[in-house]
């Protein structure tokens, strides 16, 4: 059974195929946004992706996570929030944006297609 291997980078997306490999098990879905450390100082949103969760419940690139299940995110990567989130299919997210109230969000993992343009 032909199976293949897709590898995705910023811009660009690879599609790898290799005679006799299975399919990959189905992905869980996705929160809809990517994580970052924006001038090393702490954990941000760096983009959402529309028709998301993410993007459903508001949340907008440059909001600071401030804690994930109630967890403080202080001295946090991107790369530490996405290992506690493995293999979780909800999870509530703290966020603050300049000019309001902070407020928690609960995402749950969903499988979605942004719309097209």
Same mark, same amino acid.
Not at 26 to 35: C, D, K, S, T, V
């Given at each position: 059974e032909a199976g293949a291997v897709t590898l995705d980078a910023t811009g660009a997306r690879l599609v790898v195929e290799l005679p006799g490999l299975p399919d990959p098990p189905?992905?869980? *879905?996705?929160?809809?946004?990517?994580?970052g450390t924006p001038g090393g100082a702490g954990l941000a949103v760096s983009a959402v992706i529309d028709g998301s969760p993410a993007a459903v419940a508001g949340v907008l690139a440059a909001d600071a996570v401030t804690a994930?299940? *109630?967890?403080?995110?202080?001295g946090w990567t991107a790369v530490d929030a996405w290992q506690a989130l493995a293999g979780r299919s909800a999870a509530a997210f703290d966020f603050s944006r300049a000019g309001t109230e902070p407020r928690r969000v609960r995402l749950e993992r969903q499988r979605f297609f942004p719309p097209l343009r």
């Open positions: 189905p992905l869980p *879905g996705g929160f809809g946004m990517a994580l994930i299940d *109630g967890r403080s995110t202080s």
